[in-house]
């Protein structure tokens, strides 16, 4: 069974940089994996952030960007706003399959 | 502008079955590939199937594979999910989403919420 890790949860202050890892069970998480995050703010849909690793949809804001690093793939928040305060997951494809992490609950404080 | 909207949930018992759908709008539907996502009560996401954009090849999470299908009707930018014998861990809020050829996840709907109870 393919399990995708991301941290449960972490804190960052406002004005702060933080990065969210996300893990493959299989091994090293790569760009064939194709990595997207998201966004999702309580009552709300899922916004997305980032896709194939490390793009940006018109609507990211330019505080985050995407990589891998050290075989995972890796969301940074870097000059943390109030408002990112969040649920972040990501999602990774195994042969046309998708499977999203558990994500990570971030909180600006 | 791109609009998804889902329709179809509701409170359904244990082995019924219920079809949601997914009404596309503000883009070629038929040049994207489409997504059914959930999300069970307090819970996280969970992927569950992907159809291509001309609905010849179909992939399903396993905890759904032979129970649920995904299909479409290009000629009326429509997205279905058809639920057979469902169970109690079906109960989530269910979301369509688009995505391209090279896996680029971009606009969800709202979602629509089913509850699997007697």
């Known amino acids: 069974q393919t399990v995708v890790t991301q941290e449960p949860s972490l804190t960052v202050s406002p004005g702060g940089t933080v990065t969210l890892t996300c893990a493959s069970n299989?091994?090293?998480?790569?760009?064939?994996?194709?990595p997207n995050w998201f966004q999702q703010k309580p009552g709300q849909a899922p916004t997305a952030l980032i896709y194939?690793?490390?793009s940006k949809h018109s609507w990211t804001p330019a505080r985050f960007s995407g990589s891998l690093l050290g075989g995972k793939a890796a969301l940074t928040l870097s000059g943390v706003q109030p408002e990112d305060e969040a649920e972040y997951y990501c999602?990774?494809?195994?042969?046309?399959?998708?499977?999203f992490g558990g994500g990570t609950k971030l909180t600006v404080l | 502008q791109v609009q998804l909207v889902e329709s179809g949930g509701g409170v359904v018992q244990p082995g019924g079955s219920l079809t949601l759908s997914c009404a596309a709008s503000?883009?070629?539907?038929?040049?994207?590939?489409m997504h059914w996502v959930r999300q069970a009560p307090g819970k996280g996401l969970e992927w569950v199937a992907v159809?291509?954009?001309?609905?010849?090849?179909?992939y399903y999470a396993d905890s759904v594979k032979g129970r649920f299908t995904i299909s479409r009707d290009n000629s009326k930018n429509t997205l279905s999910l058809q639920m057979t014998s469902l169970r109690g861990d079906d109960t989530a809020m269910y979301y369509c989403?688009?995505?391209?050829?090279?896996?680029?996840?971009?606009?969800w709907g709202q979602g629509t919420l089913v509850s699997v109870s007697s």
């Open positions: 989403a688009r995505v391209t050829g090279s896996y680029m996840n971009d606009y």
């Open positions: 503000g883009f070629t539907f038929s040049s994207y590939g």
């Open positions: 159809i291509w954009y001309d609905g010849n090849r179909k």
């Open positions: 299989t091994g090293a998480v790569t760009s064939a994996y194709y």
């Open positions: 194939s690793t490390t």
């Open positions: 999602l990774l494809y195994y042969d046309n399959l998708g499977v």
